[in-house]
Every structure is written in structure tokens, then in C-alpha cells.
């Protein structure tokens, strides 16, 4: 039971007491629809007059609790509830609006709006009462039900011939239906797929990413390792060159020395023959010297082999590297090309799936229908001999798609000039486009083109034109 602002008056009066025949409740529905609002018409007897703070209410009753207490001719059945006891015992209520002149008729009609959200939630059965502002009850209504509207609540009238026209158009439409089944099963089929295809070439492409990123990991090792070994090689050189200087003026000052004991093997010679001794152990001395220095002229030259074969190891690091560099660019450009594929492959099937939603509609509104009209479609059964004896007998409507094959060969009036050479008739680049038309197909009606391979959904196509 809801509370309002402000109760309505009440009373613990018996049922006995109340006098039921003074309001008449006028066009009661036997249930109202559940989310909508309710208006409540009734009518004022002739000997009653109502009060400002009378009130109408909406009492819970039981169906098998209700009797019939008058019936008269002018006013029809009065009934009143004794599945409730008192006047407290109401669900919801409203103020009764006073008419401004009584003796006028059409004050004696009233009606009063409920709101839905003041309503019942449930099934159980309800009545209208009106009650004065001593709380007594002056009249009551039939009982009803809020509740929706069931098929039970309808009766349909139908003759033999319509049902069996009926029954005709559900098998043809259950058979379009368990065609169009096929064709979205064909459709699924597809999607899978090429999403099979799609998971193919994600995998490959993770496969792509990894190898990608091992050899750019080997790249920068081979890197790091070459640059360690050039540090090395140039640390050495750097030593062997300081070595080298050290022994350039080692050998300028064994040079100078030499000089400088050859003028004085020359004074010794000029100056003393006894000194002679003393000149050939200078010559031996000299002759040591010598060969000390040819060995560091030896030990020079390996050194400036090593210096040359460290500038060929530094190239050949330099054309790895490169090769190394070059082998990535092309593994970036064929994970690019994987990508393009890739975001291909998306395309088409988003194009699948908003393919397969239109057959879907298309499905669901062919379904709304109960038949269709022959003379309508497009594509007619052919009337000539020789349209009759291509057409499949098993068609009820002929072959919708027969009109396609016939267009595929062309006709002398349907060459067109040709865009390259302008020529009129047929020419190199007009017998290269027919022999190229096989691997495509051309709607009639929208000139769509279709690949060979979607024969299906070129077939789908040109139907959805006949609908």
C-alpha cells in the first residue's frame, strides 16, 4: 500500500453500511496494461452529492470473493468487494475533482487519471470504489487485472482458402528461408576462412618480428664486437707506431755513429798504422750494426704487413656490417609488406561481415513478409522456346540469375570504342579485355565487378536487385 502526503479520510464501517448503488464506475476494461496510465470514468446518481474530500481508490480483491448485489436496466450490474474489510485497506488513491453545477448532465460524468508509477506491480485483481469524506464507500467497480495482452484475449477468423494460401506462402517462405540459411552458411564458411588465413599471417608475421629483432640483436653484437676489436687494432698500430719512431732514431743515431767512427777510422788510417787493429774492430763493430739494423728494417716492414692486413680486416668489417644492414632493410620492407597484406585481409573481411549482416536483414525482412508478388520482380520467366528450355524446371519463379550468363558473351552492339586506340571495331587491347573478362564478373543491373572467385556473393548480389 503507498503513502501519499496526505491520507484520505478512512473508516472502519462494515460493508453492510455502505451504500454501493449512489456512484456507477463506467467503462471498466477487464485488465489494463501494465506502464501506462489508467483513467477511471463514473457517474453520479441523481440523489448524491459529492463533497470536497471525497476520494477514489484501488482496492486489492479476490475474483471468486465478488457478488453481484443489484442489477437494474438503466445503470447495469453494481458490485462491491468483500475481500477487503475496510476502507484502509487501499493500494492507491485519488482526489475527486467537484463539478461546478450539478444539475447540469454532463457534470454527473467524471473520470480520474492514475499515474503508472502509483499502479500495481502484479496480477491480482483490483476494483475502483469512490469514498466520501466519512469513509464510506458510494460505489464500486467490476474487477479487473493489470496485466499484458495474451493471444487467448484474441479471436481470429479465417476461412479454408486462406489458410491454405497462408500455409503456401510459409513454405515458400521457409524455403527462401532455408536458402538464404545456406547462402549465410556459405558466408560463415568464408569468414572462418579467412580468418584461418588471417591468423596464418599474424603468425607468420610475429614469426617475422622475432627473427627481425634476433638479427638486430646479432647486428649490434657483430657491432659492438667489431668496434671492440677496431679499438684493439688501433691501440696496437698506435704502439707499433711509437716502436717504429723509437727505432728511426735509434737507427739515425747508430747512422750518426757510424759517420762518426768512419771519420775516425779515416784519421786513425791517415793518422797511425797502428791503430789498424782498432779500425777492424770498428769494422766489425760497423758490420754488427749492420745487420742490427737490417733485422730492424726486416722487423719494420712485418710491422707495416701487420698495420695493412689490420686496414683489410677493418674493411671486411665494413662490408659485413653493411650486408648486415642491408639483410635488415629488407626484413623491415617484408615485414611491411606483411603488414599491408595484413590490414588487406582485415578490410576484406570487415567487408565479409557488413556482407553478412545486409543478408541478414535482408533474411529478417524477407521473413516480415507473408508472400510476394510475382509481377514484381525484375527478372521474368522467359516466354520464348528457347528461354523455356534453358530454364531449370525445378524453379517455381524461373532462374533469377539466367539473364547474367546471357550478358557475359558480348554482341556486336555491345563493343564499345576501344579507350586506348579509339578504334570502332575490334582491335588487340578489345580481345585482351574478353580474354580477361573470365576472371571477373560484371552485375547487369549496378555494373559491380566481382572477382571469379566470389561467385557466391556476385550471386547474392544480383538477387538482392530482384527484392
Known sequence: MEETIKDP??????????????????????????????????????????????????????????????????????????????????????WVTLPIDLNNKSAKQQEVQFKAYYLPKDDEYYQFCYVDEDGVVRGASIPFQFRPENEEDILVVTTQGEVEEIEQHNKELCKENQELKDSCVSLQKQNSDMQAELQKKQEELETLQSINKKLELKVKEQKDYWETELLQLKEQNQKMSSENEKMGIRVDQLQAQLSTQEKEMEKLVQGDQDKTEQLEQLKKENDHLFLSLTEQRKDQKKLEQTVEQMKQNETTAMKKQQELMDENFDLSKRLSENKIICNALKREKERLEGENDLLKRENSRLLSYM???????????????????RQNPGLAYGNPYSGIQESSSPSPLSIKKCPICKADDICDHTLEQQQMQPLCLNCPICDKIFPATEKQIFEDHVFCHSL
Open 371 to 389: 508472400g510476394l508478388d510475382f509481377n514484381s520482380l525484375p527478372y521474368q520467366v522467359p516466354t520464348s522456346d528457347e528461354g523455356g528450355a
Open 9 to 94: 479520510p478512512t473508516s472502519a464501517v462494515l460493508l453492510d453500511h455502505c451504500h454501493f448503488s449512489q456512484v456507477i464506475f463506467n467503462s471498466v476494461e477487464k485488465f489494463y496494461i501494465p506502464g501506462g496510465d489508467v483513467t477511471c470514468h463514473y457517474t453520479f446518481t441523481q440523489h448524491f452529492i459529492p463533497r470536497r474530500k471525497d476520494w477514489i481508490g484501488i482496492f486489492r480483491c479476490s475474483l471468486n470473493q465478488t457478488i453481484q448485489l443489484l442489477i437494474t436496466p438503466d445503470t447495469g450490474s453494481i458490485w462491491h468487494q468483500v475481500g477487503w474489510k475496510t476502507t484502509r485497506e487501499y493500494y492507491t488513491f485519488m
